[in-house]
């Protein structure tokens, strides 16, 4: 009956008549038939995306998870007790991060609230996640709110994270498998993740930050210092760079901030800013606001300073890329690809990131796009890409943007075509591509026409693999931390262990070794019984047919035998002129 009555009631909103539910619960219900084709009466289970997929995912957030681990921590905390669960999801719906209860984690993996799950509209129909990603809202999608029967007992409040670009990053979703019927009795819960997302943001922007000025407001001077409300990074000429989504509602009134001049927004400039700093009694740094009012303001220096270009050294000249310069250490070859980036990042020069399989280079292109300054983002895996998924992808693209194209030497010849004209009808569209062939080898062996790849290729930046980087012992201890929480340590003799493979996977391998190593570990140390034994087959090309053989021929398996991309496993099938059995 109750059934009968959520479909009825879907019917009725299609036909014109308000449910009396929030006004996006409405919209979605209509989106799920009129858009997505879905059907009320059907039961479908969540949808969980493959281990390779979720791989892809988590590796494209690992910035935002970084950022956003600690606040989860502490909301988690908070809930402790209470049967919630914490979801944060990629803009594209994804968990690639989660908290629950260990006695509820079978009940909560058959919901979808655990990681993998994928609570993007157009598949989940309507839920917390989807509704915040289309609205770019908090929202509640409340029991029988929710679009398919088959969650009709959750209660799901999702809040977005956007990055300090203004683009939306994340969701950070708290769920209850059941919960008391009234929708007001998730009021609570509305505010714990709302003002969770704002301290992700915030923690974000001063993460991406430490080089530049930093302005942080607060209504109140009793919170200034300890927890503000919204913030805005400037450069050294006093423009805006970077905006937490408090800062742009506050000062702008939602329009983006970035490139505009702090005195155009606020009752000062950037030779102000060293009058509100923390030296200052909290309730005299007062700043006049564009309506009239005012707010409290806490200005946080450089952390150390700009140099001029004539002083940097080749190695440490790409500290002043914010975000590019968290991705090495003191090694010289990434520092000078690293300078070469953030002299690349603001032009509309378009790249080709090459490197080994697991080296990085999806990061690069990230952080390569985030110092830019660009507004959207569109990845499109080339590896089997068709005309139609390039052009769904630059679909709802407009304005300046960065395209990143993975595995290009795996896109195929129909596909190459399309995309040079799509690229002519994008202009504002910068695109970046990545690839584990040798630049000479995408044309000499025809893995792209000509054309295109100079047309890609404006510079080339060849990430180093990791065997060959003196700044591995950093690398292990900034992968460690992020893998394993603070509380981890190595023993010296695993530590010496570590820095003596050969990494043919790369970050990617060290990061499987170290998620292992953490899941044995009896205590807080890690030592050499911890760690995985080195695969020795996993980069043997030799090897290739009897892997393809045991897995039947099924390249996903097979890719995650070897510990590589399936791209990789069709390149090298390529490679060697293999052929399946009939």
């Known amino acids: 009956m109750v059934e009968h009555h959520h479909v009825e009631e879907i019917a009725q909103v299609l036909d014109g008549h308000p449910s009396g539910r929030d006004s996006y619960v409405d919209a979605s219900w209509r989106r799920c038939v009129e858009l997505y084709g879905m059907d009320p009466t059907r039961s479908d289970p969540a949808h969980i995306v493959t281990d390779a997929e979720f791989r892809a995912h988590r590796e494209q957030a690992d910035w935002m998870i970084g950022a956003a681990r600690s606040g989860l921590q502490s909301l988690f905390r908070q809930v402790a007790g209470q049967n919630y669960v914490l979801l944060l999801t990629d803009a594209k719906g994804v968990c690639v991060d989660f908290f629950g209860d260990d006695l509820f984690l079978d009940e909560l993996r058959r919901a979808g609230l655990y990681l993998g799950s994928n609570w993007s509209e157009e598949l989940a129909g309507t839920c917390g996640v989807g509704a915040c990603i289309v609205t770019g809202e908090p929202v509640t999608v409340h029991q029988d709110d929710h679009f398919g029967n088959a969650h009709t007992l959750l209660s799901c409040t999702s809040a977005p994270i956007f990055d300090s670009l203004g683009q939306l990053a994340a969701v950070l979703d708290i769920s209850l498998l059941r919960s008391p019927s009234p929708k007001s009795s998730q009021n609570l819960a ?68 970035i490139g505009r001049r702090i005195d155009t927004l606020l009752g000062l400039s950037v030779d102000d800013l060293p009058d509100l700093m923390r030296d200052r009694p909290t309730e005299e740094r007062v700043v006049a606001l564009g309506d009239g009012g005012a707010v409290f303001g806490h200005a946080i220096a450089p952390q150390a300073p700009r140099r001029s270009q004539t002083n940097q050294g080749s190695t440490s000249r790409h500290a002043r890329g914010g975000v590019l310069s968290a991705l090495a250490g003191s090694d010289p070859t990434m520092g000078r690809l690293l300078a070469q980036a953030e002299r690349l990042a ?61 595995h290009i030497e795996d896109l195929p010849t129909d596909t190459a075509r399309v995309l040079a004209g799509l690229l002519d009808a994008h202009p504002d569209l910068r695109p970046i591509s990545t690839s584990a062939t040798e630049p000479s080898d995408l044309v000499s062996q025809e893995r792209l026409p000509a054309t295109l790849y100079f047309r890609l290729s404006g510079s080339v930046l060849d990430i180093p693999p990791l065997r060959e980087r003196q700044d591995l012992g950093w690398l292990l201890e900034r992968l460690l931390r992020r893998h394993c929480g603070g509380e981890m340590r190595l023993t010296p003799s695993a530590r010496a262990e570590l820095l003596a493979r050969e990494w043919p996977g790369n970050l990617r391998e060290l990061g499987n070794v170290l998620d292992v190593a953490c899941a044995l570990a009896e205590s807080t140390v890690i030592d050499l019984p911890d760690l995985p034994d080195v695969t020795e087959t996993r980069d043997k090309e030799q090897d290739l047919e009897a892997i393809l053989d045991a897995c039947d021929w099924n390249m996903a398996r097979a890719a995650r035998r070897l510990g590589v991309n399936r791209s990789t496993v069709l390149r090298r099938i390529r490679k060697q002129a293999l052929r399946a059995p009939d």
């Open 346 to 406: 603001p032009t509309h020069v378009p790249l080709l990131i090459c490197g080994e399989s697991g080296s990085g280079k999806t990061k690069l292109a990230r952080a390569i796009h985030m110092a830019s300054r660009r507004g959207g983002f569109v990845s499109v895996d080339c590896a089997g890409a068709q005309p139609e998924d390039l052009r769904q992808a630059l679909a709802a693209q407009s304005g300046p943007g960065t395209l990143l194209l993975r």
């Open 190 to 257: 509305m505010s714990l993740v709302t003002a969770a997302a704002r301290r992700v943001e915030m923690a974000n922007l001063m993460a991406a930050s430490r080089r530049e000025w930093v302005l942080r407001f607060s209504s109140s001077p009793e919170f200034l210092d300890v927890d503000p409300e919204a913030a805005v990074s400037l450069d050294g000429s006093g423009r805006v760079i970077g905006a937490t989504r408090a800062a742009t509602q506050m000062l702008s009134r939602g329009d983006s901030l």
